[in-house]
């Protein structure tokens, strides 16, 4: 079958997701994509310490085996583990790392686990995993995946998501306030900086002898990720804008980033955090003065589009963040759900009542049905799943009609590069055709 430009973009990523470990700097190394998060290791006196410890304890034992070539255990034990934000795939491999000897210090911000805190709340979580589930692919065969734009194909023990880092991890018991703190740890001088982006409870690690950043997940190989398909509150881009400033006020030599491959080199680092940011002003600042002139979240999302000079870029292409999807959430964030339209307001038309006009001015149940599988002939795989959302209002169990939609969902998802879209897209269609041969 001819592959898709997106389908290529992503296999060629997926080639530079392969395990491999990088000398940051003389004292700091980078395990890059052994798990789905990179581990960071930074050699001291007596010890070592550790930035972010992956989400699978097959991948943390490989991971520790390497760091163990550099590092030897009975010289240099394990001091501290810091946590650069919440998330479960920076969080789970923490039982190997503190199985090694004495336990060491885990640090994080105090806002730690901030994300998924009133989803807890709100008794969410199963819509969560089971969302988050999706988006990671973790349902679908090794073939359907080829990479998670930002990560390496990994299966969850327990099938489950990611979102919380408190799940399976060993929690941190050292925390800080404000805006930053400095340590001395296993004889290094380490600096935490709050740096609020992909979630509140942001951290990033700066270690000021050799110039090293540790960014956690304000930045990596990738479109930031703005809004994640499982759902997410706001992520407040004025304040990840600020977070990079910073970064780019430390000079550092060196990012070290919580997936993808590090930046080396003071000028390349420069240039990608300038980049960053400018993409995530640009996008926030497009969609408020759209906001201001009346426009509704889909014409938007048609219309916010990063100017070629930053779209082009390998750190910019939409492989796990997604422009479309920031602008839907800076709308939703700051002013609910409410589009602007008020055939929205009104509740007597329903979908159902929609699809039967449709399925009248098409001339019929067989006629729709019939362009629906021409317009997938044709190629026109979005239309062919809209028509078929049509059909199945009407008739939600009819066999043929979840196959459409299947058919037409794989098709769709050919053409998307965010590699969460198009796990969760994939899935769908694999949980149709379930449906269908349930039924
Ligand atoms: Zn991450």
Redesign the pocket.
Known sequence: MHKSPATLALEKRRDQLTPHLVQLSKHAWLSVAED??NVGMIVGKDGIVLIDTGMIPDCAHRTLEKFREIAPADSLPIKAIIYT?G?G??TGGSPVFCAEGDRPEIWARDNFGSEAAPFERAGLMPLFKARGAMQGGFQLPLEKRICNG??PIRYPRAGGAVFSGKTGAVMPDHFFNGDSTSLIIAGVELWLFATPG?TDDALSVWFPAEKVLFC??DLYRSFPNVYPVRGTGNRDIPAWCSSLKLMTELEPDVLAP??TDPFLGREAVHEVLSNYREALEYVYRKTIEGMNAGKTPDQLAEEVRLPEHLARLDCLTEFYGNVSWTVRNIFGSLVGWFDGNPLHLATSFTPREEARRILAMAGGEGALRRKARTALEQGDAPWAARLADHLLTLAPDKKEYLLLKAEALDALAESMFTATGRNYTLTTAQNLRKRAQNL
């Open positions: 789905v998060s934000h998330h795939d920076h930002i990560a992909e956690g997940d919580g997936h």
